[in-house]
């Protein structure tokens, strides 16, 4: 069975990237362009793991993160924050609202996919 992997980011081309990573590698993708955009697009549907970024409009990664946690289906799928920020603070507030990790942009395509294929095996 294939896997879906959901990814947030207001960017475009942050969306495409990591989205063709992840496709090359074989999982199947969804994308939402904010935090709202993604749990209208999840609701009903299994997802094995999810991937968002920290700072969009409407609504960003913290609220995303515990919207998500706070279901059910969500309560202990992966959730990886892909972002700028570097800070241990905000790091800590990511974990907090119950990220499993954290990658770094600009990421290594090859090294996400083997952090996604570990997280979903």
Not at 40 to 53: M, P
Request: aromatic letters at 4%.
């Amino acid at each position: 069975m294939t896997k879906t992997i959901l990814i947030v980011d207001d960017s475009t081309t942050m969306r495409q990237m990591v989205g063709d990573a992840l496709r090359t590698a074989g999982f199947t993708v969804l994308e939402g362009v904010n935090g709202e955009d993604a749990l209208r697009k999840v609701t009903g549907l299994s997802v094995q793991l999810v991937i968002t970024d920290f700072n969009m409009p409407v609504m960003d990664g913290i609220v995303l993160i515990k919207r998500l946690r706070a279901t059910p289906e969500f309560r202990f799928t992966p959730i990886l924050v892909l972002t700028t920020e570097t800070e241990v603070a905000r790091k800590e507030q990511g974990r907090s609202a119950g990220a499993t990790g954290w990658v770094t942009k600009p990421f290594d395509p090859t090294r996400l996919v083997q952090v996604v294929s570990r997280l979903v095996s």
